[in-house]
């Protein structure tokens, strides 16, 4: 399977070199590569390391790490993610899950006080929010089980990042911004962030010196350059100092897992998808169903916009009423997945009218908030393709960082459900499924996706936590009408999660003609800003071209290049 290409590392390079040298030019190929990522310094971190000899995947090590230092708030080595690969040589797709998990002496009423109420702040800030990290493992497994090129090369573009430093850019600020008054309760996070709690300017140089140490460490010692040894010492220590339940045990036992990601088709397109611990792939197909029996080009705008609401309601219902960590508790995915129970779903969908989630089922109400995660896409000319999301919850996590480190512990913890009627900072439901278990993953709604067609295929995803699947359905149906990477991350967005039942609607992302015509047909509209920070490249399977978009919302670097032989 997948993983036996580690047995090939250690001689590509050198049968690379023999094979040209033995045929001279003619076994020359023009090697090209796209990439798009949230940042430029990640963006070209990865053609960095294409230069280096690497692979796609590689590359995606190198990405992944630069992002954990150039975007702080969106991920780190205290998060985690989904790596959704596909190699081509033997067409096999893979999810590799870096999710973090709850600490071992985690249970289920921790967020709980004595009246039974959830303490929102206690699995939003502070060191008992904080997830056990996915993240280095993922990028060592990947390194090691995927890539051409050694660990330390891949991850020495993050590392220089880290020690030279990087100019920090508005959105940065923005971030700091948002979680400013957090940040200004520890010390540690305060001055490596703040100047005197106060923002530094636009282009002030952001060094992490500490946290090049601890990159360097896992470079030279692999899983255990975090997971043991000084780095998790520092780790657990501070974690307890400041109120939180991490013991070197878990540390220890983190693994990575390889997940088969969801498969489904749409009209003559392939999905594929996340899969659980991500709710993402799971709804984004169920969505698809719901609209493939209702058939989106026979309607007008208004009325595909109120179709695709809700198909999104339905979908998300079901997150909340099953979807959890597999490995933990039971999902009927195969009923949730099949065309058969979408055409239930879609019989339910009037045309003229609104149906009000509670009279699906009851939950409370809930609010929206919150701005966090990162995604980025790599494919190569061969189609060798990753779409990797990955995930601080809140901008700059838990809003701490563990002492000697430079790892920003994340508040992942609040991804799940702290009681059955609670909403979480993004205002989902859910139920017992998700409900919180020693080791056990937190539901996700990150959602790395290829979408294919006999002509092309395009990976894709986006940052922008409850709201990510439907952000994914829009590029997926832009995709649909024959668009590309440039179209895809500019579609207007629009939202409904079931609960709260209100249309979300980023600015100007609906006409007023349109938000008077839902309002008639019973839906609640709310304007949000202009979230998400989607990151798409396409590979035409005829003509070989490449091309790559990065959302205009964000301050992300998109590139077709030519990689150096
Ligand atoms: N932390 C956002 C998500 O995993 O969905």
Redesign the pocket.
């Known amino acids: 399977m997948f993983g036996s290409l580690d047995k090939f590392k250690s001689s590509s390079g050198l049968l690379l070199f023999f094979v040209i040298s033995i045929t001279g030019c003619s076994t020359h190929k023009v090697r090209e590569a796209a990439i798009a990522s949230a940042h430029p310094l990640a963006t070209q971190a990865g053609f960095e390391v294409l230069n280096k000899g690497g692979n796609v995947y590689d590359a995606a090590v190198a990405v992944s790490a630069a992002l954990a230092v150039v975007e702080p708030s969106g991920s780190g080595l205290g998060g985690g993610g989904f790596w959704l690969l596909h190699r081509e040589s033997d067409n096999t797709n893979i999810m590799l899950d870096g999710r973090e998990k709850a600490p071992l002496a985690a249970h289920k009423n921790m967020y709980l006080d004595k009246q039974g109420q959830v303490n929102k702040l206690l699995s939003l800030n502070g060191a008992l929010a904080a997830g056990i990290p996915g993240m280095p493992a993922a990028l060592v497994y990947l390194s090691k089980n995927y890539g051409q090129l050694s660990l330390a090369e891949s991850l020495a573009p993050a590392i220089r990042y880290a020690e030279q430093g990087f100019k920090i850019g508005e959105r940065h600020r923005k971030l700091l911004r948002f979680r400013q008054s957090v940040l200004k309760q520890q010390d540690t996070i305060a001055k490596l962030f703040l100047i005197e709690g106060e923002l530094p300017e636009k282009d002030t140089l952001l060094q992490q010196k500490s946290l090049a140490k601890t990159l360097k460490q896992i470079a030279a010692k692999g899983k255990a350059g975090f997971y043991q040894g000084e780095v998790a010492e520092k780790l657990v220590n501070s974690v307890q100092k400041l109120g939180g339940i991490w013991q070197l045990e878990d540390l220890k036992e983190y693994q990575v897992k390889r997940r088969q990601p969801v498969v489904g088709q749409y009209k003559d397109m392939q999905i594929t998808s996340a899969a659980l611990p991500s709710a993402g792939g799971t709804l984004l197909l169920e969505a698809l169903n719901i609209l493939e029996t209702l058939d989106l080009d026979a309607v007008d705008d208004i009325t595909a916009k109120h179709l695709i609401i809700e198909s999104l309601r339905r979908a998300y219902h079901d997150r909340a009423l099953y979807l959890g960590d597999d490995d933990f508790v039971d999902v009927p995915s195969k009923r949730l997945l099949s065309k058969q129970y979408a055409y239930g779903l879609a019989s339910s969908i009037r045309a003229d009218k609104s149906l009000a989630s509670d009279a699906l089922s009851g939950y409370s109400k809930a609010k929206q908030g919150g701005r966090?995660?990162t995604h980025f896409s790599i494919i190569d000319q061969q189609g060798n393709r990753v779409a990797a999301t990955l995930?601080i919850?809140f901008p700059f996590g838990a809003g701490i960082v563990a002492e000697g480190t430079g790892v920003v512990l994340n508040n992942?913890m609040d991804?799940f459900q702290a009681s059955e009627n609670a909403a979480n900072g993004y205002g989902l439901v859910g139920g017992k499924a998700n409900l919180i278990a020693p080791g056990k993953r937190m539901l996700?709604?990150?959602s790395p996706s290829f979408v294919e067609q006999q002509e092309r295929v395009a990976a894709l995803g986006t940052p922008g936590?409850s709201r990510?699947p439907s952000m994914v359905l829009l590029a997926i149906l832009d995709f649909a009408k024959g668009q590309g990477p440039k179209s895809q991350v500019q579609v207007k967005r629009f939202h409904h999660q079931y609960k709260p039942d209100v249309v979300l609607y980023e600015k100007g992302g609906l006409e007023e003609a349109e938000i008077r015509a839902l309002e008639k047909l019973g839906h609640q509209l709310k304007q949000y800003y202009n979230y998400g920070n989607m990151q798409a490249v396409q590979l035409d399977k005829a003509t070989g071209v490449l091309s790559a978009a990065s959302d205009p919302r964000g301050e992300g670097f998109a590139s077709v290049q030519k990689i150096s032989q």
Request: aromatic share 0%; no cysteine.
């Open positions: 966090n995660t995930s919850n992942e991804d996700s709604s990150m936590g990510i």
